[in-house]
């Protein structure tokens, strides 16, 4: 067990539908990324936030957001939901600069 | 642009057939190389962290080292547990703290 748990595991829903997906990082850690993973691309970076703000950005599109709340959880927003949005969506956190990243086991999105 | 290139794809060995995996990149200012196991419907479990040319780390039956080009994971009489898909990422200078991933090698380890 990581330490870092994702909400829902599953998510079904249909083309132009927004979701939100929500992460609680390990206790401690204040950093918190999160990943896109689908079979052509493998795992890409799409976003950073550090106790609350925006630290980095990757090859996230203009219809999804991010946010990190005080109480360190994370929550990811995806709107205008095409099909080729369907992947996993991991999150991870961090306790520091060059720390290891860890993973929660994913929401997997599935857009009919 | 960073660059991660793992090989091969997919690997089958036999229950203690010792093997390495490879993963070549390209970076700006080497931060870190990382090392993970993925099973299926799981998310990335950390093994290791490299961080400087030659730098070796051992975990039971694996094995990384690390040059400026490339690393290998070194699995040494691996067992049917063993079995999963291993992704390399590095971090550089240039992108923040993000990972960026290889496209990993499966890996199945028969009796």
């Known amino acids: 067990d990581s330490g870092v748990t994702q909400t829902p595991k599953h998510l079904i829903t249909a083309t132009g539908q927004r979701v939100t997906l929500r992460c609680s990082p390990r206790s401690g850690d204040l950093s918190v990324y999160w990943y896109q993973q689908s079979l052509d691309q493998g795992l890409q970076f799409l976003i950073q936030?550090?106790?609350?703000?925006?630290?980095a950005k990757g090859n996230i599109l203009e219809r999804f957001s991010a946010q990190q709340f005080p109480d360190l959880h994370s929550e990811l927003n995806l709107s205008s939901l095409e099909l080729g949005d369907s992947a996993l969506y991991f999150c991870a956190s961090s306790g520091g600069v060059n720390q290891p990243q860890h993973f929660g086991d994913g929401t997997r999105l599935s857009i009919l | 642009e960073d660059q991660v290139t793992q090989s091969p794809e997919a690997l089958r060995l036999q229950e203690g057939e010792s093997s390495s995996l490879n993963c070549s990149y390209t970076v700006s200012g080497l931060r870190g190389l990382f090392w993970y196991r993925q099973d299926p419907g799981k998310g990335p479990e950390f093994l290791f962290t490299l961080y400087s040319a030659g730098e070796e780390k051992e975990k039971e039956r694996l094995k990384a080292t690390l040059t400026k080009k490339e690393s290998f994971l070194h699995i040494t009489a691996p067992k049917p547990e063993d079995s999963a898909t291993y992704l390399c990422a590095v971090q550089g200078s240039n992108s923040g703290y993000a990972l960026n991933f290889g496209k990993g090698t499966s890996l199945l380890v028969t009796p």
């Open positions: 936030y550090y106790n609350g703000e925006e630290r």
